[in-house]
């Protein structure tokens, strides 16, 4: 195939003697503009949305190097029992040091899960990529395996450090810490969003350990190694090559796969429509949501201009400009609009052009600007573990705290501030965001208490006599408030 006019179109390849090749489903124009993508090719000359990912995903991946595949397992041995109680008991160990007596359901569950956190930790050490291959024929509806279990994991290291710290083991409550980011660290390389956001969470949940692990300091030795060991952690790469490039991709490739079947026969775009339509509508029911729509479904494959559903599906993407159109567009599926659209696309091509419209719009765009300002948090976090711990060590060097305030890094979204009492003997950081509500949602205060709590409407904190109003909402301390 050669290109015309600087972009590459195509007749499919699809064998005639099986299914013929629909004559009013116009061959689609792959360029930039149409497909994001041009290679890969697959068979039929449309491009390989998978091989892309897999490409650009698995460089380098082996057998041997990578703990996806035995990660998933092991997460689906560490589920902590349904037991009334249970729930409550594991937000008291995370909230602070503690004894079994103060949660004796999560005591057991680690007791009882102590090889199988052993057996992760160490495919975490040995084996540094994470890899799952995108299936060849992938869809809008094909199911990603649930993370959940990648969380339970991390919870446990999590209650797991503050139990080792109750009893003075700081070194075993660091390494807990850093098997959880360890874990964080590999999600990072996962194309699907779902991997970034639980990466996210599960940062955001370790690094809350650090702060009653920094202050107050128990012994020079173990805050240099605490100051060490933040400074050594992978940082989490930001989210817009997910966002923008990873996750217009799948889109697309899920467009695509439809777009192949209107090409086979109307069987074949029925059966693909229902799929989609039994998949969307399971999973409605799962939520508690009404079911999707299913007027979408009428549309035949002939009455879409694909090549302008997937120049809007790429150009839309993650661009509020599309907003009032894709709206204006969704009007068109209800009945009285759509079928009469139906029936004038057998020969007006504006009709045509609206049914691509209305197909994209048929699902309300879901809005990735949460997982920007929980990437943004866990970053302030980060910062502030990092202040906070390089005081402790400078408290544990010279009996006081850094003046005027520990030393912070510009994080992103947020700006970040530290002041040290006169004393020298308290200090307290905050992170508040640059842009309330925007560049992130919560501010957050951490001390030398060891506390680290939230304002979730973003205000700045009050801070008095260099320590964090005691009215914010504690994630993690070294002693738990009083009414958790």
Known sequence: MRPVNGVLTFLSLLPM?????????????ISKETTYITEPLAADGTPDYAAWLNRKYGAGVTPENNA??????????????????AGSQLSRSHLAPWKPADAPLVAEWLKSKGTVLDEAAALLRDRPRYFEPIPEDFGTDTSIPSRLGLRRLSDAWLSLALLRLADGDHAGARADVENSIALAAHLDQGH??????????VRSSALQTVFPLANPPKSKGDARALVAMLERLPESP?????????????????????????????????SRIGAIQDAEANLAKGLGEDAPMAEWTTIPRHAIDWDELMRTANRCWQNPECDGLLEKARADLEPGRLNPLIEQAKADAEA?????????????????????VSWNEAQAMFGLALASASAGSTYADGGRYPAPGPPVAPRPGYVLRCATATSGKTF????????????????FCADSTGRIAYD???????????LCDPVLTTLAAWTPPKNP
């Not at 969003?193 to 639980?198: E, F, K, Q, S, T």
């Not at 307290?428 to 501010?443: D, I, Q, Y």
């Open 192 to 201: 699907w969003l779902i991997d970034r956001l639980v990466a996210v969470a």
């Open 17 to 29: 003697a099986c299914h013929s090749a629909s004559p009013d489903v116009a061959p689609l124009t």
């Open 428 to 443: 307290a950081c905050s992170a508040v965001p640059e842009e309330k509500g925007v560049s992130g949602v919560r501010s």
């Open 352 to 372: 045509r052009r609206k049914l691509a419209h209305a197909f994209i719009a048929r699902t309300p765009r879901s809005s990735t600007a949460r997982a920007s």
């Open 68 to 85: 996806a595949e035995k990660l998933m397992r092991l997460s689906n041995d560490i589920t902590l029992a349904p037991t009334k109680g």
């Open 456 to 466: 979730e409407d973003g205000n700045a904190p009050a801070i008095d006599g260099a």
């Open 238 to 270: 930001p989210l817009q090559d997910v966002l923008l490039d990873t996750q217009r991709v799948l889109v697309l490739g899920g467009y695509m796969n439809l777009y192949r079947r209107a090409r086979v026969s109307d069987e074949a775009w029925r």
